[in-house]
């Protein structure tokens, strides 16, 4: 009897907090919908998709919006790759030098980005490369690359070496053998290291702020647009961020299953 009132009172405090962490999303929803300064008030209105109708209207936002999705898919792919190879180094490698690369690999993802941010801003400028793809996805890869390395090399480590060993028998060579065995065998890590390379790159707000322009310019950077000294088109604002949600939600959805798995993945032997 204690056991079930202990289990009921758990799943009404796991349902409390689940509404809780949702509620902003529901708020943030309902103001979209709303028109005006109806935005401000209560919770009598009567449900418009006028401001996504204004929002979608801006070229700028679009082009924002384009521009976003581009730098965040190149430093996905480009993320996963690095951090396949740079992950599986470091987890089939013995000895001082593998070492420190894995400690290095792990302080420039513990660093500020202020650290990085001036040091890039004069390379770019210098270069010419300021306000252009390459340098956004470059910055990128300071916050991805380092923790789809560490989580790939943790992966890695769970799979026996036998596997790469009966490939290497059967002909394979070393990158042959990654690639056709080990990697298939890493769907689930690899899922789990994508969505979050999607996640943080695409939320991503103070590098681009810095060093894109009006030719980069990404919708996390776009979206403070709707905030100005006339004031804030709070439904406006709200139906923008809706949008900006969406693709991370979309993402996650169509890769929960890897997510999962590659989160608990070690968990039971």
């Known amino acids: 009897m204690q056991k079930n009132s202990f289990g009921a009172a758990r799943t009404v405090l796991t349902y409390i907090i689940v509404l809780g962490s949702l509620l902003p ?7 979209s919908l709303k028109v005006g300064r109806s935005a401000q008030g209560g919770f009598s209105f009567i449900p418009s998709f006028d401001s996504f109708a204004s929002v979608l209207g801006q070229s700028d936002f679009f082009e924002a919006y384009g521009n976003s999705l581009i730098i965040v898919a190149a430093t996905t ?18 000895g001082k030098a593998t070492g420190a690369m894995g400690i290095w690999i792990i302080l420039v993802r513990m660093a500020p980005p202020m650290g990085f941010a001036l040091p890039f801003f004069l390379m770019f400028r210098a270069t010419g490369l300021l306000d252009t793809y390459p340098a956004l996805v470059l910055v990128y890869l300071t916050i991805t690359l380092p923790f789809v390395t560490w989580i790939m090399a943790g992966y890695f480590r769970s799979i026996p070496v036998a596997l790469e060993e009966a490939a290497r028998i059967d002909g394979c060579t070393r990158i042959q053998a990654l690639f056709r065995i080990i990697v298939p065998s ?3 890590g690899i899922a789990t290291c994508a969505i979050f390379s999607f996640i943080m790159s695409w939320n991503e707000f103070f590098y681009p702020l810095i060093l894109s322009g009006r030719e980069t310019r990404t919708v996390s950077v776009s979206i403070q647009g709707f905030i100005s000294y006339a004031g804030v088109d709070w439904a406006e604002l709200s139906a923008a961020s809706v949008l900006v949600i969406l693709p991370v939600l979309i993402f996650t959805i169509f890769t929960q299953k890897g997510l999962i798995r590659g989160l608990t993945a070690g968990a039971v032997k």
């Open 186 to 188: 890493s769907w689930p």
């Open 25 to 31: 999303l529901v708020w943030l929803l309902v103001t």
């Open 77 to 94: 792919l480009l993320s996963l790759f690095f951090g396949i190879t740079a992950g599986y180094t470091i987890a089939r490698t013995q």
